[in-house]
């Protein structure tokens, strides 16, 4: 693949942002806070805040592929933005970080240090997926994002324009394929088939009187067998629902259900389902609406579809949105001259 995107891009690529799954993750929230004596915030008592909390941690297990503010709090009043220049007596600041398993990291750099690639980011795939499926508004006034991919699913929380939340699971658009092929002993590719053109998760009185032909798993050639449309829905319809629960399950362990949380953005291959919105919306008790990747990058139509989100979340990344500003001075940033190119590359072949 880099092989490829090196000669169509006639470009020498030296660095890549690297997409990470959420699998088998830690969420984890922490705080740390001073006492300020009626003076007025500046950057030195953030950073004072910083150094005491647990933010430069580091544990040899463990890595911390995502670290950052969510909020501040001074004298009990909550912002969301550094209160500087605000007189105060009490300073608190919340972060939240995700964990991986730090043997995961070291892997996949060994087969990219092999391949002479400098990792330039490790971008979680939730927050990848949702930085090109969430609008500005989305992202400010709370939104659940959900990428039903091919293996996993993940989902993502952004609420006052920060991201809160991340995780994955380790099902996906595939089990539902599989399922389908079991259930009515058909081909795998058959049942993918079904599932895009005759799947869907709400019941239709007809659906019992359409009658679909598919081929049948066996060593003769050219055997077919009959199933009506809500056999096929029967057997789509609990893999969704487990899916959802177990994502709907990840929020309410890290306590959001609380949260007014009225939105629900649907992304990856999985949310091409028919009447997934109107099935998630009820599930969710919230509105819900199917993103397609935000038109920045001037993709070909036919790429520009909900199964790319997190490959292009991976591309818009900007690494500065994310960190901590007070602890690096900022100097001027130099174009990558070899992403330049991959854009260039990817805008034809992607």
Not at 17 to 42: G, P, Q
Request: glycine share 4%.
């Amino acid at each position: 693949m880099i092989t490829e995107a090196e000669k169509e891009s006639q470009t020498k690529i030296n660095s890549v942002n690297l997409n990470f799954s959420l699998l088998n993750s830690k969420s984890y929230y922490y705080d740390s806070e001073i006492n300020i004596s009626n003076e007025k915030i500046t950057e030195l008592h953030i950073k004072k805040i910083i150094n005491k909390s647990e933010y430069f941690n580091k544990n040899a297990e463990q890595y911390a592929i995502y670290n950052n503010i969510i909020s501040y709090f001074v004298d009990n009043s909550q912002y969301h933005l550094a209160p500087l220049g605000n007189y105060s007596d009490y300073m608190k600041i919340n972060f939240y970080k995700i964990l991986i398993n730090k043997k995961y990291i070291d892997n996949f750099s060994s087969i990219l240090k092999k391949l002479k690639l400098n990792i330039e980011n490790y971008i979680p795939s939730p927050l990848s997926s949702s930085l090109s499926s969430l609008t500005k508004d989305e992202k400010e006034l709370g939104t659940i994002c959900i990428d039903l991919g091919h293996s996993t699913s993940s989902i993502s929380i952004f609420d006052n324009n920060k991201f809160v939340f991340g995780d994955s699971i380790g099902i996906g658009s595939n089990n539902v394929t599989l399922d389908i092929a079991r259930g009515v002993s058909t081909t795998i590719s058959s049942a993918e088939r079904l599932k895009t053109l005759y799947g869907s998760l709400i019941s239709s009185p007809s659906d019992d009187h359409e009658i679909i032909e598919i081929p049948v798993v066996s060593d003769e050639k050219n055997t077919f067998k009959q199933i009506t449309r809500s056999n096929l829905n029967s057997i789509i319809k609990p893999r969704i629902e487990e899916t959802l629960e177990m994502l709907w399950q990840k929020i309410k362990d890290n306590n959001f259900t609380n949260k007014k949380l009225n939105n629900v953005v649907l992304t990856g291959g999985g949310s091409q389902l028919d009447n997934i919105e109107r099935y998630v919306g009820t599930i969710f008790a919230s509105g819900t609406r199917v993103a397609f990747p935000l038109n920045v990058v001037n993709l070909q139509k036919d790429y520009n579809k909900p199964n790319y989100s997190d490959v292009i979340g991976s591309i818009l990344y900007d690494p500065s949105l994310f960190k901590i500003n007070f602890l690096e001075k900022h100097g001027n940033s130099n174009k990558n001259t070899g992403i330049s190119g991959f854009f260039t590359w990817l805008d034809q072949y992607i």
